[in-house]
């Protein structure tokens, strides 16, 4: 992380002295944005400037209904998370996890007529923590691994999302 200069803003040079705030480039971790109303951050750490920095959690989310599944990631991504996904087929779904690996998972119970258990068996043991989005009260045959995996019945209001997150994420 470089220091490349500061905001001047309203201060002019006067910001170099107490009132400047660091202008950082070419970092992952950044100062946190603004948050929408009436929509918690998740801030985790402290930079070294003393500001809040924003650690998104990124969510793979496998949901075969793209309304579903963009409405699902535009409200995750108000919740502060970042999206991965979101995959409409368990393939697509392993392709995604070939290359990065979530912090947890939102799975649709049944995925264009596959169940996605088999999926969530692999991520729990990649220690992927999962949770079930589905029209269905419980998934049936639940192997052992995902004895604790959530099950958020659909249509999900956001109050019971951003509980299952909090659950599902620490």
């Not at 803003?9 to 202008?23: H, L, N, S």
């Not at 480039?25 to 603004?34: D, E, K, M, N, Q």
């Not at 392709?95 to 998972?105: F, M």
């Not at 639940?142 to 956001?158: F, M």
Request: proline share 6%; hydrophobic share 45%; aromatic share 4%.
């Amino acid at each position: 992380m470089a220091l490349q200069g500061f905001e001047l803003g309203q201060y002019g040079d006067a910001a170099r002295q107490a009132k400047a705030r660091p202008v950082i480039t070419g970092a992952c971790l950044v100062r946190a944005p603004i948050a929408p109303r009436n929509v918690p951050y998740m801030f985790d750490r402290v930079d070294e400037f003393g500001g809040r920095v924003n650690v998104q959690r990124k969510v793979l989310v496998v949901e075969d209904d793209r309304l579903i599944a963009m409405e699902l990631e535009e409200r995750l991504v108000e919740f502060g998370h970042a999206v991965l996904g979101p995959a409409h087929t368990i393939e697509e779904a392993e392709a995604l996890l070939a290359g990065e690996r979530p912090d947890g998972a939102l799975l649709d119970a049944n995925v264009g007529g596959q169940s996605s258990v088999a999926l969530g068996v692999k991520l729990a043991e990649l220690g992927v923590p999962v949770a079930f989005c589905t029209g269905y009260d419980e998934i049936k045959n639940t192997p052992p691994i995902l004895a604790n995996a959530q099950v958020l019945t659909k249509p999900i209001s956001d109050a019971q999302l951003q509980a299952g997150l909090n659950k599902l994420l620490g």
